[in-house]
């Protein structure tokens, strides 16, 4: 069944177009990798897509969008802000809801960011207000989670339990991301966006790292750079390892 769907689109921003004439479709339960060089389009796809989707999206930005001073807490309350009323956001953000305390809570334990609920955004580490981004996403409680480099500021082990984890939480996600290795072992499809186009859009079975180096002009060959990723040689070696110890065969 089809979730989004873009029938000869154009994507853009006011006078610039920058997926022309785009057609694209996602289905109930895939599970997406979205990847091309920077400028490629994909933060464009993405909030079009987030503009088809409405309520059925959980967001996580590029960049988090989260206030620096209020705390952790208020930050993933957030995500459920327009299903009350304006009062009773109000009267949260004096005096925390019990009830909602509890699950924002209990999502920060889940995420690794245990005893912080109280800390305002503006005192954690990039990893750590990441993290606090995705819980918002997931207090979103959506089929489809679309994420903007959602694992850009954590470590390839924090990367890949976090990658587990947003995936048991939706029916449905696309993932911008940048390391090669994780899209192929961890995700359904590929699409590729380059020169304003999608230059791929396969299934990851029938992918590999030296198809996905053409997304890149000046990629070196996979061979030459043994295999890593683009721009992630280090990270990409060591998702390899996080994969093996993860008990799953990367690619
Ligand atoms: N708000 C905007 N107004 C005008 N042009 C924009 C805007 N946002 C992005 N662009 C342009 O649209 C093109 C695609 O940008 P986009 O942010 O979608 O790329 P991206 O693949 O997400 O890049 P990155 O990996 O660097 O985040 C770029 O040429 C960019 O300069």
Redesign the pocket.
Known sequence: MTLVDFQAVDL???D?I?LPALTLSIARGERIALL?Q???????LLTAIRQQQQDAAAWCP?GHGLVPLLSVYHNVYMGQLERHSALANLRNLLRPDPLAWQAVETLCDELGLEGLIRRPVERLSGGQRQRVAIARAFYQQRELFLGDEPLSSVDPHQALRLLEQIQARHDACVI?LHQHRLALSHFDRVIG?RDGRVAIDAPCRELDLARLDALYPDARSADDRGGDAPGEPQAATEFSAATREAGRSAP
């Not at 920077?38 to 464009?44: E, L, N, R, Y």
Request: net charge positive; charged share 5%; glycine share 32%.
């Open positions: 853009g921003h006011g610039q920058v091309g920077s400028g490629a389009g994909k933060s464009t590029q911008a966006l």
